[in-house]
């Protein structure tokens, strides 16, 4: 009796042994399916920020490659501007010549 009691004891310490085991294979699966997926996320993530991150400095290029624009337009207009006046005084000047030179 007490063989068949210890075996049937053995039985149950095995049988709580294997699901124990098939418990612990579970759970490292799923284990391994919640990193993967927070992997995947992390790595979305990043690419969605690198995206953001070249979309702003393309932006960033063309805007300053506008104010260089703007800026050269600028300093070329106040040439001219300075252009018009030296030609406008030089204009007077010769202009004012002209009369004492007559007389």
Excluded at 46 to 68: M, P, T, V
């Amino acid at each position: 009796m007490d063989n068949q009691m210890s075996e049937e004891q053995s039985l149950k310490e095995t049988k709580r042994a294997e699901k124990r085991t098939a418990e612990e294979a579970e759970q490292l699966e799923k284990e391994q399916v919640r990193k993967k997926a927070s992997l995947a996320r992390e790595q979305a993530i990043e690419k969605a920020s690198k995206a953001s991150k070249a979309k702003r400095s393309e932006k960033q290029a063309i805007e300053e490659s506008g104010q260089l624009d703007r800026e050269q337009m600028r300093k070329k207009a106040y040439l001219a501007k300075e252009q018009r006046i030296a030609e406008d005084q030089e204009a007077r000047k010769r202009k004012a010549e002209k009369p004492t030179s007559r007389g």
